[in-house]
């Protein structure tokens, strides 16, 4: 069973950029989908961005794209989401997610393991 570590959030001006990490261990990191997801006060979890298990294919949600890039290391076990142009609605708590089927990665049903998150906060 993999457990994910994420970390990298903070404070940022909007406008600013930060990079998230994602640790994973206890498994075969190439054998899982990644997403990251995020969560505000409030509002349902929803889906953020997705790479598949060697990284050629990947997804955003519409709110991201063009600003945000998610990649995976394979070699170092650890996803990345790097955020630019950063908006005071990106204020979230930031987590990953990893599963070993895949049918829709924007679902967050489809991801049994999480990682305990990490808060992006941007201000205006």
């Known amino acids: 069973q993999v457990q994910l570590v994420e970390s990298g959030g903070g404070l940022v001006q909007a406008g600013g950029s930060l990079r998230l990490s994602c640790a994973a261990s206890?498994?075969?990191?190439?054998?899982?989908?990644m997403g990251w997801f995020r969560q505000a006060p409030g509002k349902e979890r929803e889906f953020v961005a997705a790479v598949s298990w060697r990284g050629i294919t990947t997804s955003y949600a519409d709110s991201v794209k063009g600003r945000f890039t998610i990649s995976r290391d394979n070699a170092k076990n650890t996803v990345y989401l790097q955020m630019n142009s950063l908006k005071p609605e990106d204020t979230a708590a930031y987590y990953c997610?990893?599963?070993?089927?895949?049918?829709?990665?924007?679902?967050?049903?489809?991801?049994?393991?999480w990682g305990q998150g990490t808060q992006v906060t941007v201000s205006s």
């Open positions: 997610a990893a599963s070993q089927r895949m049918s829709s990665a924007r679902a967050p049903n489809e991801y049994p393991y």
């Open positions: 206890g498994g075969t990191f190439s054998m899982y989908y």
